[in-house]
Nanobody, 118 residues
C-alpha cells in the first residue's frame, strides 16, 4: 500500500490562500489518478478534486474556480492550490490515489488541517 504524507495546512483568513502538498511513497505515475478529499467536523469525507495520470483535472462545484490541483511526477507529489478561501473550506484535507481497477487506496494519511477564520 502506498504511504501518503500531507502538509501545508494552517490558519488563514477568509479570502486568503494556502498550498497543500502530498508526497507519495511510490511513483505516482503508476496510478490512474490522484485526488484531494476533505472532512469537516461532523460531516462525511468528500472528494474535492482529482487529477488523472494524463493531467486532466476535475473539481467539486464548491471549489471550482478557486482551487487548482497539480502534480510533479518526478517528485511523487501532488499539490492543491487554494485561493479565495471561505469559512466553509475549513476541514482536514487528505490526498489519495486511484488504482488501475478504479478503487481508491484505503490507506489514508494523517491529513492536514485547514482552518479559515478571521
Amino acid at each position: 500500500q502506498v504511504q501518503l504524507v500531507e502538509s501545508g495546512g494552517g490558519l488563514v483568513q477568509p479570502g486568503g490562500s494556502l498550498r497543500l502538498s502530498c508526497v507519495a511513497s511510490g511513483s505516482i505515475s503508476s496510478f490512474t489518478a490522484m485526488g484531494w478529499y476533505r472532512q469537516a467536523p461532523g460531516k462525511q469525507r468528500e472528494l474535492v478534486t482529482t487529477i488523472s495520470s494524463g493531467g486532466f483535472a476535475n473539481y467539486a462545484d464548491s471549489v471550482k474556480g478557486r482551487f487548482t490541483i497539480s502534480k510533479d511526477n518526478a517528485k511523487n507529489t501532488v499539490y492543491l492550490q487554494m485561493n479565495s478561501l471561505k469559512a466553509e473550506d475549513t476541514a482536514v484535507y487528505y490526498c489519495n490515489v486511484r488504482y488501475g481497477d478504479g478503487t481508491w487506496s484505503t490507506n489514508w494519511g494523517q491529513g492536514t488541517q485547514v482552518t479559515v477564520s478571521s
